[in-house]
């Protein structure tokens, strides 16, 4: 089965006609046409440019408003996405699904369209023939992959947690081509599509490409096992993080702050973020990060350090003047009244609840270190800002910047959001 993929655009094209924003105004007229697909059985000559993945660079082919590959009702051929009303080919099936519209060929090829609506007609009963073994959305057209598709077609950037839905109730499998669609402005500019594709195991194909489904599938590009991702109030840190993880089949979000009440505005913090993370994650709400880390399963979103040290200090009564923590003095100053950077790294001889609190970062640290578990952790940059004027906000400040360093250190990859853009930290 081929598929040729002459247009990936959503509505009038990519960028829109007439739209003067910033994503728009970096692109050419015409440079993604709007979604069409072209499926046919291996015998059908296609049109377009070369065979498999291609580059992202935009690929030649047809002008804008000219169709590419066989003929509308030519022998064998599927035009996507079906126009409502219009009954499949001959030899073809079609069934409506909650996941969309999912297309049969005479060959047993299973196509998923997430983005047909309204959703044609199921096709008319008829007898199943040999060459056409499947009857509906539930069988499996090898007898050993159940739903999951040859092929996926969906707006990726429209709630991408639901690929990783569909992964996880094995629509989609190691041998599925997701092809990303309905692409438009609501990306920046072609290499963020392209960044976001890899990180969710998609296709972002310029138009014209043609799909050999006959082949293995391209594998998923590696991603990293540890992920530290830093940035102020408000970057974009947190919505990063979940991005990267959006089309993964099973996710841990580890939160680590309190659950708000007694407090209507970080309440209302908390349930921002429970209702932006997708229903089939898993939360667990805990601060025994390096119990996690040692146990294995799915991967860890861990949103963030900067809460979990707030508690570790919490819990060891480390705050300055805090009652279980005599031996700490309430201004932080050393002599002449300069202000004390707290070393927090293991061997550092300090006593009392810090030491406790340095304890558990070492904790965490080895941890981090030798988990097995794909983890992104998300942290609070805090050399960016005033020096705080509490000797607590100091000592906070210098724990939390020692342990982001020492994750750092052992992390395969390390950035910085701001402003909601992504500045990767080379070693």
């Known amino acids: 089965m081929k598929v040729l993929i002459s247009g990936t655009a959503r509505g009038g094209g990519w960028p829109v006609p007439g739209c003067g924003c910033a994503s728009c105004a970096r692109l050419s007229p015409g440079h993604r046409r709007p979604t069409e697909v072209v499926v046919t059985e291996a015998s059908v000559p296609l049109t377009g440019s070369a065979a498999g993945v291609p580059s992202h660079a935009p690929a030649p082919g047809p002008a804008p408003g000219t169709a590419p590959g066989p003929a509308p009702g030519a022998a064998g051929a599927v035009r996507l996405p079906l126009a409502a009303g219009d009954p499949p080919p001959p030899g073809h099936r079609v069934s409506a699904t909650a996941d969309g519209l999912v297309l049969v060929t005479p060959g047993g090829g299973r196509i998923l369209d997430t ?4 959703v044609p007609p199921p096709s008319p009963p008829s007898s199943p023939s040999p060459s056409a073994p499947v009857s509906g959305p539930s069988a499996a057209p090898d007898g ?27 629509v989609v499998d190691e041998r599925t081509r997701v092809v990303a669609v309905d692409v ?42 540890r992920t530290l991702l830093l940035g102020g109030a408000r970057s974009g ?19 680590t702050g309190p659950s708000g009440d007694g407090d209507a505005e970080w309440a209302h913090r908390v349930r921002a973020h429970r ?8 939360t667990a709400e805990t601060i025994d990060l390096a119990g996690l880390l040692r146990t294995p ?10 809460t979990w040290v707030a508690a570790v200090f919490d819990e060891n009564g480390a705050w300055p003047g805090d009652p279980e923590n005599p031996d700490r003095t309430n201004d932080g100053n050393g002599p002449d009244g300069a202000r004390d950077e707290v070393d927090t790294d293991g ?5 009392g609840g810090l030491g406790a609190v340095s304890a558990r970062c070492d904790e965490l640290v080895a941890a981090w270190r030798e988990t097995r578990r794909r983890v992104v952790a998300v942290s609070d940059e805090t050399g960016l800002g005033v020096v ?28 910085l959001v701001v402003a909601g853009r992504l500045l990767p930290l080379p070693v």
């Open 184 to 225: 438009d402005h609501r990306v920046p500019t072609e290499a963020e599509l392209t960044r976001r594709a890899a990180l969710w195991g998609v296709l972002a194909v310029p138009d014209g490409t043609v799909l050999d489904l006959a082949g293995p599938a391209p594998a998923r590009a590696p991603r990293p096992p």
């Open 275 to 282: 209702d932006r993370r997708p229903a089939h994650w898993g």
């Open 115 to 118: 983005t047909a609506s309204p």
């Open 388 to 415: 705080p004027a509490t000797a607590g906000g100091r000592m906070f400040r210098d724990v939390l910047g020692r342990l982001n360093q020492r994750l750092a250190l052992e992390s395969e990859e390390v950035a």
């Open 144 to 170: 050993g992959r159940g739903d999951a598709c040859d092929l996926v077609l969906m707006d990726v950037l429209d709630r991408p947690e639901r690929l990783g839905d569909m992964r996880r109730r094995g």
């Open 297 to 306: 399963g799915p991967p860890l979103l861990v949103d963030g350090l900067g």
């Open 347 to 351: 061997g550092s001889g300090v006593g």
């Open 237 to 255: 840190k947190s919505a990063e993080a979940e991005l990267r993880l959006a089309a993964e089949p099973e996710v841990l979000y580890v939160a």
